[in-house]
């Protein structure tokens, strides 16, 4: 049955800290390790001390970069992802390699990409693309002020490069077009970013 | 040595359709099935006719939610996310059950997380999180009209429940408190929707 609405409390209500949510790692072991994924399992002990079991992936890390070309246009690319047996719009994107910092990731793989290196970089911010069963974060830079230099594809990668303006984009985010979280999240990041430049 | 800047053509200019992309399957295997996650590694070829491997994640899709409360304020959560070890502020979201729609799914993850039911649904969009390594999709709701039952918390589930204006929700986006994309894109879809429904 239906009762009145209730006082939903603001963030400030809630208790300080996240003491009264935390889960505690009893066992941790590695039971899958296959190309380029990892998988742990871990048992935990839950707030209210029964014990329960997690699983995720172990990831390195990765950058996406949204490269602004001369005319304006953020320069997308046109991929192929076989998990999903589609061709995804999306910004550049790469994994850390072990031990290299964001920005040095970003630089490397937009060059690896496209070809291209870029004199000015802003980072816009970090997100976490599925908080329930990976360790992956992915730190979004703008790369202007753009040059190009040699292609050199990575071995294997198949992709289209084009451009296209902000407004081209949001309509392909609103009739489903672009789904990749990376690039939909950029978009409304740079649109933020121009807003706060033009303060 | 950096050259003149190139051409880089529009989206138009591109070959229709992914032919000359895609990767083919040749073998199909599951590798890894723990308690929720299920992984696969296939054997592709490449267009350039090359052999290559795929390992991704088989998941059965999600859903998220947009609860708008009476006063405005949208309802999240606070959840402690283990493999970060951290608590996040997100929507209410889930995993499908086998053979369930989406929206069936919706209003069953709002009802068990938050207690809640409402009258009015709005499809926001899908979102693909991790186009690199799983089949992951998560649809978009929002849910307004909203009536309390009886809370039923998922046994185990441990969470916060609070309102936050779009103000708070935006300065939490850009300060880095909020790093969950299917949190941050319905943020910015809500934005869009509203200015949509006041045309």
Redesign the interface.
């Known amino acids: 049955?239906?009762?009145?609405?209730?006082l939903?409390?603001?963030?400030d209500?809630?208790?300080v800290g996240?003491g009264?949510?935390?889960?505690v790692t009893l066992k941790s072991k590695p039971?899958?390790e296959?190309?380029?994924?990892k998988?742990i399992?871990?048992q935990?002990q839950?707030?209210?001390r029964?014990i329960?079991?997690?699983?995720?992936?172990i990831h390195p890390g990765a950058v996406a970069i949204v490269p602004i070309?001369?005319d304006g246009?953020v320069?997308?690319e046109?991929?192929?992802?076989?998990?999903?047996h589609?061709?995804?719009?999306?910004i550049p994107a790469g994994k850390l390699d072990p031990g290299e910092n964001t920005l040095t990731c970003a630089k490397r793989e937009l060059q690896e990409e496209t070809g291209l290196?870029a004199k000015e970089w802003h980072f816009l911010?970090?997100?976490?693309?599925?908080?329930?069963?990976?360790?992956?974060?992915i730190d979004i830079y703008i790369a202007k002020d753009?040059?190009?230099?040699q292609t050199n594809l990575d071995e294997?990668e198949?992709?289209?490069?084009?451009?296209?303006s902000l407004k081209?984009i949001h309509e392909w985010?609103?009739q489903?077009k672009i789904?990749?979280?990376?690039t939909?999240?950029s978009f409304?990041w740079l649109q933020?970013f121009y807003q706060e430049s033009s303060k």
Chains 1, 2 share one sequence.
């Open positions: 049955m239906a009762t009145s609405f209730p939903i409390p603001n963030f209500d809630l208790p996240d009264h949510l935390r889960e039971v899958y296959g190309y380029y994924l998988l399992q871990d935990v839950l707030p209210n029964q329960a079991g997690r699983e995720y992936l070309l001369p246009r320069l997308l046109r991929q192929y992802r076989y998990p999903l589609q061709a995804f719009i999306e290196i911010g970090k997100i976490h693309p599925i908080i329930s069963h990976s360790t992956e974060f753009l040059e190009m230099t294997g198949f992709l289209d490069i084009f451009g296209a081209e985010i609103k489903g789904t990749d979280v990376k939909i999240i409304y933020d």
